[in-house]
């Protein structure tokens, strides 16, 4: 009936799929699906193909135990609704369940296994351990296909192991979003600006470090930006500091300099006078925020300067919201941002979990941007020129 990338004929086979399904869920409830939504046309193919589908995926990180809160089943509910077909659920990763569950599945058809963190096989440091559990899931298939491009940088049993021991393919949304991180790393179009965000500079270092040699333009927002503004000798008051990266973030904008590369900063600075009260949200300069208030977002004139800063380039690579975009008054930042990737003339890419849910939550639409991506992590570690394992292992 049909063939799937290397794997030849997968009519009437049990093709086990990782997929990235980790979408937040509060009380039952997916707030953005947007990983389903991506995850949808390679197990559409599959299936068409006539193959029997097993979705391995994990939702949140629970403590390798069942835990309800952490279920996938509302999960393969929706995947149903947006497939237009019934997929089958198993209420375990490998155990009874599981196995009665594949062996009803009829050609074309899908199912979803549970929570596969709910086995603390799956992200085991342990290599016996986790081979143990990639071993059960092995036997569930006859051939596997990465597709969970969100978990590529996780060296765990359904990402990595199951591989070594079934043939084996790409997925097309891995092979898509490799295709983006390439352009992103080979030869990009100039100016490259790169726009980075998100609580902590110490989740960027690597990333920071490796995008000094090659984006043009690096302008930074959200939480990290105090820390910048700290080791240029500004008070940032009760904001979000890692004293401790100071002379990381020193030796940063010294590099900067030397080779050329342009730090942009926020010159204004929304602040409040504790977390999330937006009654007493206003714009200060960003070298005189007040002892006793936080910084909860870029300033508008910062927003404005982002903004032409983005327009301005051919490829851009957006990561981290400029602010606490959950709430209005300190949404605007982000939006600015936003607003300008959509405006731009080349390859605009919003990487990560909490960028893409961001954009959508302001009311953007998918197609406005050149790609968004499903990996926050797995997009980062790419850029920083890190060896991603549900990759590498593809090759063996
Ligand atoms: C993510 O949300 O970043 C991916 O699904 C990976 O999840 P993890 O960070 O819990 O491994
Ligand atoms: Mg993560």
Known sequence: MGEYAGLGEVAGKRILVRSDLNVPLKDGVIGDDGRIRASVPTIKALADAGARVVVMAHLGRPDGSPDPAYSLAPVAAR??????????????????????????????QVAVLENVRFNAGETSKDEAVRGAFADELAALGDAFVSDGFGVVHRKQASVYDVALRLPHAEGGLVAAEIDVLRRLTDSPERPYAVVLGGSKVSDKLG???????????????????????????????KSLLEEDQIPTVLDYLERAKASGVEIVLPTDIVVADSFGDEASARVVPADAIPAASLGLDIGPESGAAFAAAVRGARTVFWNGPMGVFEQPAFAEGTRAVAEALTEVDGLSVVGGGDSAAAVRALGFDDHQFGHISTGGGASLEYLEGKELPGITVLGA
């Open 207 to 237: 990333v920071i470090d490796n995008l000094l040699e090659k984006a043009d333009t690096l302008l930074i927002g959200g939480g990290m930006v105090f820390t910048f503004l700290k080791a240029q000798g500004h008070e940032v008051g």
């Open 79 to 108: 995947l149903g609704e947006l497939l237009g077909a019934p997929v089958a659920f198993a209420t375990d990763t490998v155990g009874d369940s599981a196995k009665e569950t594949v062996a009803g599945l009829a050609d074309g």
